[in-house]
């Protein structure tokens, strides 16, 4: 189908909801169930100034909050500030940390008997708003999926209100069906994004043939129910528990779809003492990156995780249809339900958020398509333009063949511009004007050894990237931050480089481990380094010139269990950087480095 081209309709009855996704599910089913295998949701997921508020008179000083894609936009992580206080959790422990006096103030363990496991090793995430604070726990490590005979289980999207106004207090706590795939928040509402499968119990049969599995598994799809079809919720408020199930009139589907998949989107007022049912609304599809700038919600279905493994496994190259990318939007610019507006596709496959950006009436989307695998890779990358057109997001314009035989590793739009990052040997860094949304055009091309996968406009005409050196036959050598000049769009240039040997950084592929502080212009990230004969692990502090990076020195936190000394995340609240990892949250003087205090979790 064209790019863009792809709408959604209602089911007329839930009847007829019911009897088409099991249609469709009976097509798509095999002998061993759907699809190939369960797939971890960590290796599904892929991500400014915090939307949070604060309900305390007195003014907070200047503070940084979670590095995020859109100013305004606040994603979950596992550190929140709101410039008088930080809020963390690790393993299910919620921390609260007065910022002035440097102590902890509160604390809270999220786990009970029943849950312990799934709340401490559950990967849980934080969204702060005033006095309550939203615990994301994604689950027990998998998507809820009836990929596989057996049982099909769910792990349950997890969502825990806290109240911060005294001690910390758990007060509502709500569960779904399914795997949480991301969640957004503007001003005091969150729109959390969870995708499920039907709670189907395929028999495993050891000694029959694949035609009498196929049989047994296409009749427990034909007794099937609604119950067994539609994502399950229990809220629990103030001691009372209640249990619903989201309604059929809540989905739309597409044309063609396999039944076997569905993504709600729930929203939840913060400024409440109770989460409620969620409201919510969703789509008869996969989904697997959520990407917002406040007014639109998109949620892209990326079928690389369900077709890769046989591709690889075959080596063979992917047929179109394998390729496409289905995009759904939302209106969320009302608080409340969020309003299904249209769907559009695209030829190729999404890196992460990155690769998409709304800006003035038009989708952006940036995708790599083709065998990446291999020793003789036939890919190419293409930049969308997508027009929002009501239902549908016509495509108007495009540029292809961008890095012939390799893949994107790193993408950034800003405003009229796009920055696209490709590499296997060399990284090339291509500069792509979007001024004229029909006529996109690969301005400048910039080729160095190594890439970069995170990539942070600053000031005008500068764009920093944090990555990978590597050699000229592209074996990465150690962790790298380049400073590039792109005020000429048809000549970037590279400043500056800081390389550091046989290291890694967090930030290379979670953006929210990246700190930049303009009123210093401090970098900091979290840096690993792992020699023969050492190793160590700390937080690199940098200082970005116009010209020039000079390394102002690195903060380290003390562990007795290895990798708990890892720093994940820092901040700035006044003239202090705090760094937090599993093993405590550390206050150093910002100019100095010098330490001022130690909260150690143990």
């Given at each position: 189908?064209?790019?863009g081209q ?6 007329d009855s839930?009847?007829d ?9 009976k097509e798509y089913?095999?002998?061993?169930g759907?699809g190939g295998?369960?797939v ?13 508020g604060s ?5 907070a ?7 995020t ?6 994603e ?5 500030t709101?410039g008088r206080?930080?809020v963390t ?5 919620l ?19 029943g849950d312990?496991d ?9 969204l702060?708003?005033g ?8 689950g027990?490590g998998?998507?809820s ?8 289980g769910?792990?349950g ?13 758990k007060?509502s706590?709500?569960?779904l ?13 969150a729109r959390?994004?969870v ?5 189907l ?20 799809i034909d007794?099937a129910?609604?119950?067994?079809w539609?994502p399950?919720y229990?809220?629990t408020?103030?001691g009372k ?6 309604g059929c009139d809540?989905y739309?589907?597409?044309a ?5 998949s ?11 003492d ?6 919510p609304v969703?789509?008869?599809?996969d989904?697997?990156?959520v990407?917002s700038n406040?007014a639109?919600l998109?949620?892209?279905?990326d079928?690389?995780w ?9 080596d063979?190259e992917?047929k179109p249809?394998?390729?496409v990318?289905?995009?759904y939007r939302?209106?969320i610019s009302?608080s409340g339900?969020?309003?299904y507006v249209g769907?559009?596709s695209?030829q190729?496959w999404?890196i992460?958020q ?13 995708t790599?398509?083709?065998?990446t ?6 890919s ?5 333009v ?6 549908s997001?016509p495509?108007?314009?495009k540029i292809?063949g961008?890095g ?8 950034r739009?800003?405003?009229t511009t796009?920055?696209?990052v490709?590499?296997?040997?060399t ?5 792509v004007?979007l001024?004229?949304p ?12 190594g890439?970069s996968?995170?990539l942070h ?10 990555g990978q ?8 050598q150690?962790?790298q931050?380049s400073?590039?000049d ?7 240039t ?5 390389h550091?040997k046989?290291?890694?950084s967090?930030?290379?592929?979670d953006p ?12 900091v990230?979290p840096l690993?380094?792992w020699?023969?004969d050492r190793s160590s692990?700390?937080a690199?502090v ?13 903060v ?5 269990q290895?990798?708990?000394g890892?720093i994940r995340?820092s901040l ?14 550390m206050?150093?003087?910002?100019s ?11």
């Amino acid at each position: 189908m064209p790019a863009g081209q792809f709408k959604l309709v209602a089911f007329d009855s839930c009847a007829d909801g019911l009897e088409r996704m099991k249609k469709a599910a009976k097509e798509y089913v095999g002998p061993y169930g759907f699809g190939g295998g369960a797939v971890p949701l960590a290796e599904r997921a892929a991500a400014q100034d915090t939307a949070a508020g604060s309900s305390a008179v007195n003014k907070a000083p200047s503070y940084s909050g979670t590095n995020t894609h859109e100013a305004g936009v606040d994603e979950p992580d596992l550190v929140k500030t709101d410039g008088r206080r930080i809020v963390t959790i690790q393993q299910g422990v919620l921390r609260v940390v007065d910022a002035a006096s440097r102590k902890l103030t509160g604390e809270l363990d999220l786990a009970t008997s029943g849950d312990r496991d799934q709340v401490r090793w559950g990967d849980g995430t934080l969204l702060l708003h005033g006095d309550r604070a939203l615990v994301l726990i994604r689950g027990g490590g998998y998507a809820s999926r009836a990929d596989v005979a057996g049982p099909a289980g769910t792990s349950g999207a997890r969502l825990l209100l806290v109240n911060l106004s005294g001690a910390p207090k758990k007060i509502s706590d709500y569960e779904l069906d399914g795997g949480l795939v991301d969640a957004r928040q503007i001003g005091g509402t969150a729109r959390v994004v969870v995708r499920s499968s039907p709670r189907l119990e395929f028999p495993y049969r050891e000694h029959g043939t694949d035609k009498q599995r196929l049989i047994a598994n296409q009749r427990v799809i034909d007794k099937a129910t609604a119950e067994d079809w539609f994502p399950r919720y229990t809220v629990t408020t103030g001691g009372k528990t209640s249990k619903g199930l989201v309604g059929c009139d809540r989905y739309s589907r597409p044309a063609t779809y396999s039944g076997t998949s569905m993504v709600t989107v729930l929203s939840f007022d913060l400024g409440t003492d109770s989460l409620g049912d969620g409201d919510p609304v969703g789509v008869v599809a996969d989904g697997d990156t959520v990407y917002s700038n406040g007014a639109s919600l998109y949620v892209a279905n990326d079928q690389r995780w369900r077709v890769m493994p046989r591709l690889q496994q075959s080596d063979r190259e992917p047929k179109p249809e394998d390729e496409v990318t289905e995009i759904y939007r939302f209106d969320i610019s009302q608080s409340g339900r969020p309003v299904y507006v249209g769907a559009g596709s695209v030829q190729g496959w999404l890196i992460n958020q990155y690769a998409m950006s709304e800006w003035d009436g038009h989708l952006r989307v940036a995708t790599t398509s083709g065998r990446t695998w291999g020793a003789s890779p036939k890919s190419s990358s293409t930049v969308y333009v997508l027009r929002l057109a009501g239902e549908s997001m016509p495509e108007v314009g495009k540029i292809t063949g961008l890095g012939k035989g390799e893949r994107i590793y790193a993408v950034r739009f800003a405003g009229t511009t796009a920055y696209v990052v490709t590499f296997r040997q060399t990284d090339p860094l291509y500069t792509v004007d979007l001024s004229v949304p029909a006529k996109p055009r690969v301005a400048g091309e910039l080729k160095i050894t190594g890439y970069s996968a995170y990539l942070h406009p600053t000031e005008p005409g500068r764009v920093i990237g944090v990555g990978q050196e590597a050699s000229d036959q592209g074996r990465v050598q150690g962790a790298q931050v380049s400073l590039f000049d792109v005020s000429n769009l048809d000549r970037p240039t590279r400043l500056a480089q800081h390389h550091v040997k046989n290291a890694y950084s967090e930030a290379e592929y979670d953006p929210h481990a990246f700190l930049y502080w303009p009123a210093e212009r401090l970098l900091v990230m979290p840096l690993s380094v792992w020699e023969r004969d050492r190793s160590s692990q700390g937080a690199l502090v940098l200082r970005v010139g116009d010209t020039a990076i000079s390394e102002v020195g690195t903060v380290s936190h003390r562990s007795n269990q290895p990798g708990q000394g890892m720093i994940r995340r820092s901040l700035v609240i006044g003239d202090e950087l705090w760094t937090v990892s599993d093993s405590g949250l550390m206050a150093t003087q910002m100019s100095t480095l010098d330490t001022r205090a130690w909260l150690s979790w143990s």
